[in-house]
């Protein structure tokens, strides 16, 4: 059967990273909504908020924008890099 969830039920596998990344930045969600907007992805507060608790798709565009935005890679941001200070 096709699964479009991770093993523990959320809905992307970069919700974690996305929160731990822009905590360490001092960004509040609104803040990082805003940086989205100005890099050309409309999100709101709110579904920054879905994003990060796994209730919320994230596109591959989006993805691309967040690594940006957050200054890391894609992998850091999937989970299949290890965090570097």
């Known amino acids: 059967m096709y699964k479009n969830r991770a093993a523990d039920g959320r809905c992307n596998l970069c919700g ?18 805003d940086r989205l907007q100005l890099a050309g992805i409309d999100l709101d507060k709110n579904a920054v908020q879905r994003m990060e608790s796994g209730q919320r798709f994230v596109t591959d565009i989006e993805l691309a924008a967040l690594a940006h935005v957050l200054g890391v890679t894609l992998e850091a941001l999937v989970g299949t890099e290890e965090q570097k200070s």
């Open 16 to 33: 974690k990273q996305v929160a731990a990344f822009r905590k360490e930045r001092g960004l509040s969600q609104r803040a990082l909504a």
